[in-house]
């Protein structure tokens, strides 16, 4: 259960105050409590010879305890720690250790301003731990003992003092840059993965819609002309009416079967069924036929070898080329089918009458717009070939070329 750091501060509170706070899960505070009671506790029973050194002890352990959930906090407290030691001239102790880890929460956790603080606070503490260190032992007599002209070896023990308490703490505040870096990056990149794995599914989705609607179009254009054929024959030719009702059985039970497998992949993620390829384009024509529309099939050169996702795009845009014909154009007219193997390339055409011959492409009943002629573009862009949809006046036209390697 998540703790909301801003929701524990008192709302008569600064608001300055209040966005310290980061939000910390109840876990996380726990174990930084635990860790600093644990800690603090320890040293209180190594023993301590001065009563100053209790409260530093006490404090550096709060800071401990605040160092992911307030960074200037901890940062705060460790500073009044510090100043304490050494305005009571207490020794370094091992409790000083804790100021490293503040140290590095405020460039991991802390805001911007927290992070320029703690570099700050870095720096100057070397230059203040230094002077201490370095002059402490006149110190120890009283304030009045501090040397007014500093001997060059005692230039060279803070130098070398400097240094090192600058290397230690400055260390600590870039391993925390280093930390929040890699946190970053790390996020980015998670947020890269979901994105793909978000764009692959909306694309397999979309692909899933596509399959569905040239189904479901197909079948029950076929089913249509051959229910109203049947009606129309069934007085005068009841034979007709058997063989219509017999496509009519057939193709329900084929896109029946198409559309379980299609909701299938949608409920359980699956990779995708078996999907139809240029031999089926066979079966497809006599659908069309049984349907009511005549379809002329010309093929032309040596046939070439088109992958799999290649030839179920040519499926699909000829099935629905074919099936507009069927539907919206005239069914007096046969319909043609151009099939030309080139050098790498496949170029299929569709071509069909319009019911009102001479019609333009705004009065005559040829959709234009629809999920249908979209769902040909972006077959054809999927699978880089070149869709070109033309209105002829008194015919309509698709045409697709496939581009493939021998």
């Known amino acids: 259960m998540p703790i909301v750091g801003i929701s524990s501060v008192s709302v008569s509170q600064p608001r300055s105050v209040a966005v310290m706070i980061r939000?910390?899960?109840r876990g996380a505070l726990i174990v930084d409590a635990s860790i600093a009671i644990v800690v603090t506790a320890l040293r209180m029973l190594i023993g301590i010879d001065v009563v100053p050194l209790w409260f530093v002890v006490i404090a550096l352990g709060i800071a401990l305890t605040l160092w992911r959930l307030s960074p200037a906090i901890a940062l705060a407290v460790s500073w009044v720690a510090a100043l304490t030691q050494m305005a009571f001239l207490v020794p370094v102790d091992a409790a000083n250790l804790a100021i490293l880890v503040v140290l590095f929460s405020t460039a991991r956790f802390g805001s911007r301003r927290v992070q320029i603080i703690g570099l700050v606070s870095a720096v100057v503490g070397s230059l203040l731990g230094a002077t201490y260190l370095t002059w402490i032992p006149s110190l120890k007599s009283g304030w009045g003992a501090l040397?007014?002209?500093p001997s060059s070896d005692s230039i060279f023990l803070f130098a070398v003092i400097l240094g090192g308490m600058l290397a230690l703490l400055c260390l600590s505040w870039t391993a925390g840059l280093l930390a929040r870096t890699q946190a970053i990056s790390r996020e980015n990149k998670r947020g890269r993965v979901v994105a793909e794995q978000i764009a692959a599914i909306e694309h397999e989705r979309n692909q899933i819609?596509?399959?569905?609607?040239?189904?479901?179009?197909?079948s029950l254009a076929v089913v249509i002309a051959q229910a109203d054929g049947a009606r129309y024959a069934s007085a005068a030719d009841p034979a007709s009416a058997e063989r219509a009702l017999s496509t009519i059985s057939g193709t329900a039970r084929e896109?029946?079967?198409?559309?379980r497998l299609l909701l299938g992949q949608l409920r359980h993620s699956q990779i995708a069924g078996p999907q139809p390829g240029l031999a089926d384009i066979t079966s497809l024509v006599e659908?069309?036929?049984s349907a009511g529309l005549d379809v002329v099939v010309t093929e032309n050169g040596s046939s070439l070898i088109v992958p799999a996702g290649q030839q179920i795009a040519l499926y699909r845009i000829v099935q629905e080329a074919l099936t507009n014909a069927l539907r919206h154009g005239d069914t007096s007219q046969p319909a043609a089918l151009v099939i030309d193997w080139g050098e790498g390339i496949v170029t299929m055409s569709?071509?069909?009458d319009y019911k009102s011959h001479g019609a333009s492409a705004h009065e005559s009943p040829q959709p234009q717009v629809g999920h249908g002629l979209v769902g040909m573009r972006e077959r054809a862009q999927l699978t880089g070939a070149?869709?070109?949809?033309?209105?002829q006046g008194s015919h309509f036209e698709v045409v697709v070329a496939m581009p493939v390697a021998r």
């Open 350 to 352: 569709v071509t069909n």
């Open 287 to 289: 659908q069309i036929r």
């Open 23 to 25: 939000t910390l899960s």
């Open 255 to 259: 896109a029946l079967t198409d559309v």
């Open 386 to 391: 070149d869709l070109t949809i033309r209105d």
């Open 147 to 149: 040397e007014v002209s």
């Open 209 to 218: 819609a596509r399959d569905m609607h040239d189904v479901v179009a197909h």
